[in-house]
């Protein structure tokens, strides 16, 4: 080695800069992200909404064009240079709670979710209310109590 590049060598050092860096300034392509992940994506920003279960989506919406639902999220992604997509999600929503609030809450966490790790334009997030939970009901049930209209088989 020259004098030059011992000294070149120690500044990198000296500065923290590692010598081997590659530089990808002229790197060009495409990178797409596959419906799997943003399904998934979709999916985890449904459950992070409070009073929502994930749905089947029924026989009607499995008959239409385009992928089925999985964990009650459909997507549909648009080509192009700049891709967009549109969200299907089918849900339930706990009793009690009001169902237009909840259904803006699903559309902008999960818009917010995609739009944030993927960097593509969320396009529609249409919200389906398949159902109606509650919660009571299932408590008792995880608790191993049964429910009184079920267990009074004497009154006859």
């Known amino acids: 080695m020259d004098k030059d590049d011992q000294t070149q060598n120690s500044s990198f050092e000296q500065e ?27 999916i985890k920003a449904l459950l992070s909404v409070d ?13 239409r064009m385009g992928r089925k639902a999985a964990n009650g999220v459909r997507i549909s992604i648009s080509d192009g240079d700049v891709p967009e997509i549109q969200v ?3 849900v339930s929503i ?5 169902i237009p609030d909840v259904c803006w809450d699903v559309q902008e966490a999960v818009k917010d979710q995609i739009e944030r790790y993927t960097g593509y334009s969320v396009k529609s997030v249409n919200v389906y209310v398949q159902g109606i939970t509650f919660a009571e009901k299932q408590a008792e ?8 209209a079920a267990s009074s088989g004497d009154a006859l």
């Open 16 to 42: 923290g800069i590692e010598s081997s860096t590659v530089d990808q300034t002229g790197l060009e392509g495409k990178i797409r992200i596959s419906e799997e992940v943003i399904s998934q994506l979709a």
């Open 94 to 98: 706990k009793y009690s709670l009001r």
């Open 51 to 63: 009073g929502i279960q994930p749905a089947n989506p029924g026989l009607m919406a499995n008959l």
């Open 88 to 90: 299907d999600t089918y």
């Open 141 to 148: 049930d995880d608790d191993g109590n049964a429910p009184e």
